[in-house]
């Protein structure tokens, strides 16, 4: 999941990036208002977990890195004024969330951990769930983006994770 996350990531910025930036920031009435509050909504959400992950004990060495990043208060938090900047961002979380990934085991996906939300409420969840909830809340942020970015004339194509599963076809 975090291949196809940096893959879908990678198609929707290069898409977003063939807009003008007038395009890119108007408010489509979406969710998130536009295709940049969206992107900017996903980063934001993938930091604000990446910071909860990065509290447990024992702790993941890949995560260490956050304390060079914001912890956002609010699931609306501009992380950077452009696109390009949005992306120079993401691209940053995109490499801590493969590292991140890799230290993964069955066995840490096993337990559970406790996290505090940002309306300052304490939870004690699934590992493997959270982390299942951490891709998904991606994908379903990127479908919204890839219909801002159609109604605006540009296709990403393919966003199927199908498109990354090797195959033994001969």
């Given at each position: 999941?975090?291949?196809?996350?940096?893959?879908?990531?990678?198609?929707?910025?290069?898409?977003?990036?063939?807009?003008?930036?007038?395009?890119?920031?108007?408010?489509?009435?979406?969710?998130?208002?536009?295709?940049?509050?969206?992107?900017?909504?996903?980063?934001?959400?993938?930091?604000?977990?990446?910071?909860?992950?990065?509290?447990?004990?024992?702790?993941?060495?890949?995560?260490?890195?956050?304390?060079?990043l914001?912890?956002?208060?609010?699931?609306?938090?501009?992380?950077?004024?452009?696109?390009?900047?949005?992306?120079e961002?993401?691209?940053?979380?995109?490499?801590?969330i493969?590292q991140?990934?890799?230290?993964?085991?069955?066995?840490?996906?096993?337990?559970?951990?406790?996290?505090?939300?940002?309306?300052?409420?304490?939870?004690?969840?699934?590992?493997?769930?959270?982390?299942?909830?951490?891709?998904?809340?991606?994908?379903?942020?990127?479908?919204?983006?890839s219909?801002?970015?159609?109604?605006?004339?540009?296709?990403?194509?393919?966003?199927?994770?199908?498109?990354?599963?090797?195959?033994?076809?001969?």
């Open positions: 999941m975090a291949k196809y996350n940096r893959w879908m990531n990678e198609r929707m910025y290069d898409a977003a990036a063939s807009l003008p930036e007038s395009a890119v920031i108007a408010d489509m009435k979406a969710f998130f208002g536009s295709i940049f509050g969206t992107l900017n909504h996903i980063a934001v959400a993938d930091t604000i977990w990446l910071h909860r992950f990065s509290q447990q004990e024992p702790s993941f060495p890949s995560l260490t890195v956050l304390s060079e914001p912890h956002p208060a609010s699931l609306r938090q501009a992380l950077a004024a452009d696109l390009s900047g949005l992306r961002y993401r691209s940053r979380l995109d490499n801590i493969e991140w990934a890799a230290e993964l085991t069955a066995n840490r996906l096993s337990g559970d951990i406790s996290y505090t939300n940002t309306a300052g409420v304490t939870f004690r969840r699934n590992l493997g769930a959270l982390v299942q909830h951490f891709f998904n809340h991606q994908t379903h942020h990127r479908g919204q983006v219909t801002l970015l159609f109604q605006c004339g540009v296709d990403v194509g393919v966003t199927d994770l199908l498109t990354l599963i090797p195959s033994d076809d001969a």
